[in-house]
T-cell receptor, first 113, second 113 residues
Framework: NAGVTQTPKFRILKIGQSMTLQCTQD?????MYWYRQDPGMGLKLIYY???????DKGEVPNGYNVSRSTTEDFPLRLELAAPSQTSVYFC????????????FGPGTRLTVL | DAKTTQPPSMDCAEGRAANLPCNHS???????VYWYRQIHSQGPQYIIH???NNETNEMASLIITEDRKSSTLILPHATLRDTAVYYC??????????????FGTGTRLTIIP
């Protein structure tokens, strides 16, 4: 199993541009998550999904959109990028069983200039 | 969700046991204690979790006090590869899963050769 994969690894955007961060998992997990991590800080939940077609907001959803059309994929869309969105983005997945752990991808480092 | 308090940094000699404390004095009866770690800029890695009883797996042991207000993660024989930021997370398992993981700033553990 590849686990959780994310593309791209690095990206530089100009203010106002848009992009999609890709996340795929091959563990047949129902639950998927997007986090952001600012320098020196812990992770903050942006959006999560408990299954295909079902998504919900986390702690910091403003400026982002998600969709979940398949079990495997959970893309994160940034519209009108702003410097405040400069961060490292992590995707994660889990089985969705009580006490079960989350598996994280390697992250996407995004810089908005 | 209950908050956690961890020391910002700790050192441990290689080969010795690393004991990482965590205070969660406002934890409720159905909240789990999770430990994750993040090595350099990688995605967080699950270590262990528990509810009431002490737990052990191939990576670590988790000791939870009887009143559940604090816990200790024990890495029995620390190696240089255990140098990382360790996050203690208290999480309420809801009907929709563990989507509410809240990462603080953790403890930066440095293993000294």
């Amino acid at each position: 199993n590849a686990g959780v994969t994310q593309t791209p690894k690095f990206r530089i955007l100009k203010i106002g541009q848009s992009m999609t961060l890709q996340c795929t998992q091959d563990m047949n997990h129902n639950y998927m998550y997007w986090y952001r991590q600012d320098p020196g800080m812990g992770l903050k939940l942006i959006y999560y999904s408990v299954g295909a077609g079902i998504t919900d907001k986390g702690e910091v959803p403003n400026g982002y959109n998600v969709s979940r059309s398949t079990t495997e994929d959970f893309p994160l869309r940034l519209e009108l990028a702003a410097p405040s969105q400069t961060s490292v983005y992590f995707c994660a997945s889990s089985k969705g069983v009580a006490g079960n752990e989350q598996f994280f991808g390697p992250g996407t480092r995004l810089t908005v200039l | 969700d209950a908050k956690t308090t961890q020391p910002p940094s700790m050192d441990c000699a290689e080969g010795r046991a690393a004991n990482l404390p965590c205070n969660h004095s406002t934890i409720s009866g159905n909240e789990y204690v999770y430990w994750y770690r993040q090595i350099h800029s990688q995605g967080p890695q699950y270590i262990i979790h528990g509810l009431k009883n002490n737990e052990t797996n191939e990576m670590a042991s988790l000791i939870i006090t009887e009143d559940r207000k604090s816990s200790t993660l024990i890495l029995p024989h620390a190696t240089l590869r255990d140098t990382a930021v360790y996050y203690c997370i208290v999480n309420l398992w809801s009907n929709f899963g563990n989507e509410k993981l809240t990462f603080g700033t953790g403890t930066r553990l440095t293993i000294i050769p």
